[in-house]
Every structure is written in structure tokens, then in C-alpha cells.
């Protein structure tokens, strides 16, 4: 199984519909992210978690929501989509001991 | 936060030495370069970190100069299967704070036959 599991992996949408992307990790670390990538460009911060109780805006927040149901889990919402909101979408973890990011396989969201 | 510049774009050949140079010329003292490897459709991942001089791992090998203000990312004998889009990153995650290290548009490295 793979340390950081993003679900769905593909999903297209409505515009205006509520959506939830799910995010669950196995690595036990403490901190996870959503950061959101569109074709050409690099990743952007989305929000950040560094433990259950702790939620924090990225760079671009606007449009979104987050819940830290669990250490291990880090859902992301986009309460209205819009056509603007289609990227891919990954989730990635990381604690206090290690340099690195562990990042999940992605979730590609299509707005319509 | 420590900006970085890379190349947008290199080709290669295979077996050849593949080397990105990432800019970085406001690096912090407690700030560390990582690089991470992306194939489309898949998250980027982990491939080195360094702080100074030469670190070199199974995957690559990473230079920093005295001075910190740019690394370079060696890869040797690439192959087909290297055509990615490689992201310098500097900074520490491990501190908060850290986790607002950026990523650019990364370098995409492109091996042909």
C-alpha cells in the first residue's frame, strides 16, 4: 500500500457542486499539506496541518476547506466549484526529523 | 523564502550526464536544498538533500558550493525512464516556518534515444 493514499485519483464535476478530496497516510507524521499544480507551473500551497488541532491557510486558500479528521487524514473541500478549480491535486506529509516531503499520487479534478 | 531560478527545459541523450544548476542567491543559514523528481500524473518525489559540498546517493549526486547560493543536480548516465520534471527546493521543513518552501516550475528534463 502505498505511505500516502489520495482519493478519488480522477473526477470530473459540475460546476457549483460541493466536493471532497481525501487524503490518508501511513507514515505517521504529523504534519500534512494540499498543494494544488496546474499544467506548466510548479505547486502551490493550498493548507497545511502540523497536527490535529492546528489548520493553516496556504497561498491560495480562496475557494477551499480543509478538515484533519485524524493524524492520519487530511480532506480538502471546494464548497461551490468553479471551472478555474481544475488541476491536479496532491497531498503530501512530512514531520520534525526528516528534510523531505512524502507527496500521494495526485487527484485530477475537472470542473465543467 | 529562499526563491530559486532553474532552466526551464533540458534535453539529453542516453548514458549521458545530465546536470541542472538551481540559483539561489538568498538562501538562509539554516536553509537546505532538496530536489524532487516528477513523472506526469504521479507526485513529486524525494531524490536528494544537501546542505554543503557533495552528497551523493544511489539516485544522484548534489554540489553546493562555498558560498550557497546555487546547487547543482548530477545525474549520471540517465536513461529513458529519467524524463521527469526535476524541482530544486530550498529551505527546512523540519522547522516552522520551513514548509514554505516554494516549488517553481522545475526544470523538464527530456532523454531521447
Known amino acids: 500500500d502505498a505511505d500516502v493514499t489520495q482519493t478519488p485519483r480522477n473526477r470530473i464535476t459540475k460546476t457549483g457542486k460541493r466536493i471532497m478530496l481525501e487524503c490518508s497516510q501511513t507514515?505517521?507524521?504529523?504534519?500534512m499539506y494540499w498543494y494544488r499544480q496546474d499544467p506548466g507551473l510548479g505547486l502551490r500551497l493550498i493548507y497545511y496541518?502540523?497536527?490535529?488541532?492546528?489548520?493553516n491557510k496556504g497561498e491560495i486558500s480562496d475557494g477551499y476547506s480543509v478538515s484533519r479528521q485524524a493524524q492520519a487524514k487530511f480532506s480538502l473541500s471546494l464548497e461551490s466549484a468553479i471551472p478555474n478549480q481544475t488541476a491536479l491535486y496532491f497531498c503530501?506529509?512530512?514531520?520534525?526529523?526528516?528534510?523531505?516531503?512524502?507527496f500521494g499520487s495526485g487527484t485530477r479534478l475537472t470542473v465543467v | 523564502l529562499a526563491k530559486t531560478t532553474q532552466p526551464i527545459s533540458m534535453d539529453s541523450y542516453e548514458g549521458q550526464e545530465v546536470n541542472i544548476t538551481c540559483s539561489h542567491n538568498n538562501i538562509a543559514t539554516n536553509d537546505y536544498i532538496t530536489w524532487y523528481q516528477q513523472f506526469p500524473s504521479q507526485g513529486p518525489r524525494f531524490i536528494i538533500q544537501?546542505?554543503?559540498t557533495k552528497v551523493t546517493n544511489e539516485v544522484a549526486s548534489l554540489f553546493i558550493p562555498a558560498d550557497r547560493k546555487s546547487s547543482t543536480l548530477s545525474l549520471p548516465r540517465v536513461s529513458l525512464s529519467d524524463t521527469a520534471v526535476y524541482y530544486c527546493l530550498v529551505g527546512d521543513i523540519r522547522v516552522t516556518g520551513g514548509f514554505k518552501t516554494i516549488f517553481g516550475a522545475g526544470t523538464r528534463l527530456f532523454v531521447k534515444a
Open positions: 496541518s502540523f497536527d490535529v488541532k492546528d489548520i
Open positions: 507514515k505517521g507524521h504529523d504534519r
Open positions: 503530501a506529509t512530512s514531520d520534525s526529523t526528516n528534510y523531505g516531503y512524502t
Open positions: 544537501g546542505y554543503k
